[in-house]
Every structure is written in C-alpha cells, then in structure tokens.
C-alpha cells in the first residue's frame, strides 16, 4: 500500500514540475503576449490543481489516529 501512495505523489510532483517547465517556456517564448499569456494561465491553473491534489492525497493517506484512549 505504501508503495501505491509514493508513486502517486511522485506522479503529482512530476507533473507539478512540467507544467511549471512549460509555464517558463511562456513567459520566455517569442510568441504574441496573447498566446504567452493564454499558456501561463493555463499552467498556472494545472499548478495550483495539482498542488490541491497533493495536498489532499496527502490528507487522505495520513495515519489515522486511533481512539485507544477510551
């Protein structure tokens, strides 16, 4: 089971890391400001996405406390 949650973050980093890649190809292309701008949004909108899914598959993976202290 452990393995399955570290492969799903590293797939959640990995992605992070690309679209992070191809938010700086756009702000350094040569393209029209409109076509950079319309490519760092979109990045930035996969960016913070699956920075929310971290964080949540995080939550979800956590230990849970136990109630041994009934």
Do not use: C, F
């Not at 992070?20 to 930035?44: F, P």
């Not at 913070?48 to 995080?58: A, D, F, N, Y």
Request: aromatic share 6%; charged share 35%.
């Amino acid at each position: 089971m452990n393995r399955i949650i570290s492969i799903i973050l590293t797939e959640l980093a990995s992605d992070k890391l690309k679209y992070e890649e191809d938010m700086e190809k756009a702000i350094n292309g040569n393209e029209s400001a409109e076509a950079r701008t319309a490519k760092v949004k979109y990045n930035l909108e996969k960016i913070v996405l699956t920075e929310l899914m971290i964080e949540k598959w995080r939550n979800y993976t956590a230990p849970q406390p136990t109630s041994d202290n009934k």
